[in-house]
């Protein structure tokens, strides 16, 4: 992670500064619309989270509150049918007969334990339970043997308040039952049979759009669960509220009179979807404000250093040796005075530049002249015939295509003193040279040509293509761990221009190094010397770049002109 951060770093330092700017600008920019898009985002998904659980809480309020209502009315008809004495004679005072209990049964019991089931269409039947009754009545009068087989009367609490109880299955119903007392002796217990649908019918309603729930009694146990969802939102169990809390918006009401606790939730995924589906939306205006602010910091950088960048190309250029100052500026800023301070500068060193320039090239062919004027051609050329044929003679035949290498390398270089040769001569001198390495490496790397017909009679600068060879197999291959190294040759045709160019898959290096070559900050000589001659010979008609890559190698290439005569010095 360090190290990436660190290789960020540095390609941020190496932009440049009109870069630089605008990333500047535009992060300044992103920051408050990032943090301001952010805040907007927390704050409606917040917003919907609690519009979420306000909605189910007043769901769930609502549809308790309307049972509740419901179970109150329940209750007081039971109060009512436990406090009317003519009900109590019924199970409190011995009759005589069969007849006049039957009586009792029809017209007292009937109505007011028939009646409420034809007012309220949820009350299934009403059942007085009682050991004073021996024969069942319909199911309106049982004896009190037959309550203790159903299964509400084991849940039955001492006391005389209603208790309710939900019995599932086949045959579901609510049950509210009561139990009467005669002191300490129960003589008699009420059962209120509730149609299980219509009773819970206000919370069942609410039970859809992905929404689920569920009742537990008093003692924990769920009596009721159901949900509408989905697949994908269904909870592997819907009987377990710790479970459904995790992934879900649950709430929970506790019925006052029953002690049941309802339980209703919706999915969490279900308003996340929302959530996104709202940022989706709001993507489309945060991708708008990027780009506007990417194109305004571009345009307000571009504006800034558009004067300071023709400054350091100008800067460049002379760096390279050409000596012209094209930019000016009447801008009383700090950049107008450094540009105006820098064209008096150049145009007061501008002479001299060029008087010691020209002189040191002056000076260099002299040179040239001079050491070839030391030596003696012919004795050279006879030297190596006869170690040729030495060779030959002792059956050295990589001794004698060394020396014939040699003698080609060194007639092409001296070419009778002249300056100029020909693209063929060129091509025999750097092949004798490349024959002469690979032979001093035992073949250890490869030459890969790459040559147009038809140059061979133009006229370029002697011992340019030598230099650049000598360079890239010195410190490109000989220090590189490629397995397969390899310099290509390329000579070719460029419109009216001569293309050469050296490359090699060596060590290579970085730009800004090889970019150092061709100025006189360079230790180098023979690649600078190139450069220097063809800027000389052609101007800005002539031109000479290296690009290198660390690791990938490096690649120099010259580019002069075909029809133009060139300057002999």
């Not at 009694?217 to 592997?236: F, H, L, Q, T, W």
């Amino acid at each position: 992670m360090k190290k990436q951060i660190r290789k960020l770093i540095h390609r941020f330092e190496n932009l440049k500064f009109r870069k630089k700017l605008s990333v500047l600008m535009l992060i300044a920019g992103l920051v408050p619309v990032g943090f301001l898009a952010f805040s907007m985002q927390y704050g409606m998904m917040n917003q919907l989270r609690e519009k979420e659980q306000y909605n189910l809480e007043k769901m769930l309020e609502q549809s308790v509150s309307s049972i509740e209502n419901q179970s109150q009315i329940y209750e007081n008809l039971v109060d009512y049918l436990s406090y009317s004495q003519n009900l109590r004679n019924i199970f409190d005072v011995e009759t005589e007969s069969d007849y006049e209990k039957y009586l009792k049964y029809v017209k007292v019991a009937d109505p007011l334990l028939q009646m409420p089931t034809i007012y309220h269409k949820e009350i299934q039947s009403i059942t007085l339970y009682s050991d004073n009754i021996e024969v069942p009545h319909g199911d309106t009068l049982l004896p009190m043997s037959e309550a203790e087989n159903q299964q509400w009367y084991s849940r039955l609490n001492e006391g005389t308040l209603m208790q309710w109880s939900i019995t599932r299955g086949v045959n579901k119903s609510i049950i509210a039952s009561r139990k009467f007392y005669d002191n300490d002796t129960i003589k008699a217990v009420l059962e209120m049979r509730l149609d299980y649908e219509k009773v819970l019918e206000p919370f069942m309603s609410q039970l859809t759009d992905n929404t689920g729930g569920m009742i537990q009694d008093d003692n924990g146990n769920i009596v009721y669960a159901e949900c509408s969802m989905d697949k994908k939102y269904r909870p592997k169990d819907i009987e377990s509220p710790k479970d459904i809390s995790e992934n879900y918006y649950l709430v929970r009401r506790t019925m006052k009179d029953t002690g049941w606790n309802f339980y209703i939730y919706r999915p969490k995924a279900v308003s996340e979807n929302a959530i996104h589906k709202l940022l989706l939306k709001n993507i489309p205006i945060i991708l708008i404000s990027v780009l506007l602010l990417s194109f305004l910091g571009y345009v307000f950088s571009l504006r800034m250093v558009s004067q300071l960048e023709l400054l350091t190309e100008n800067m460049n250029l002379i760096n390279m040796g050409l000596r012209k100052v094209t930019v000016q500026s009447k801008s009383k800023d700090e950049v107008g005075v450094l540009i105006r301070s820098f064209r008096r500068m150049m145009d007061q060193m501008n002479h001299l530049i060029s008087e010691v320039y020209e002189s040191k090239i002056q000076l260099q062919n002299s040179e040239m002249r001079a050491l070839q004027a030391q030596i003696n051609p012919h004795f050279l050329y006879n030297s190596l015939s006869i170690i040729n044929w030495k060779a030959i003679e002792a059956g050295e035949d990589e001794i004698s295509h060394v020396t014939l290498a040699l003698s080609t390398y060194y007639r092409t270089s001296l070419n009778r003193g002249e300056t100029m040769t020909t693209v063929a001569k060129e091509i025999d001198n750097i092949r004798a040279y490349l024959k002469i390495q690979l032979v001093m490496h035992d073949n250890e790397f490869r030459v890969v040509e790459q040559i147009s017909d038809g140059l061979n009679d133009y006229l370029i600068p002697k011992l340019i293509l030598q230099p650049l060879a000598e360079n890239a197999i010195d410190h490109g291959i000989d220090v590189s761990d490629n397995e397969n190294p390899t310099l290509w040759l390329t000579i070719r045709e460029e419109a009216e221009h001569i293309f050469f160019e050296i490359r090699d898959n060596g060590a290579g290096m970085t730009q800004e190094k090889a970019d150092q070559i061709l100025t006189y900050q360079s230790s180098g000589y023979g690649v600078r010397n190139v450069c220097d001659r063809i800027h000389v010979l052609y101007g800005e008609k002539g031109e000479m770049k290296i690009e290198s890559t660390p690791g990938k190698g490096t690649r120099v290439f010259i580019r002069i002109p075909k029809n133009t005569e060139a300057k002999v010095l």
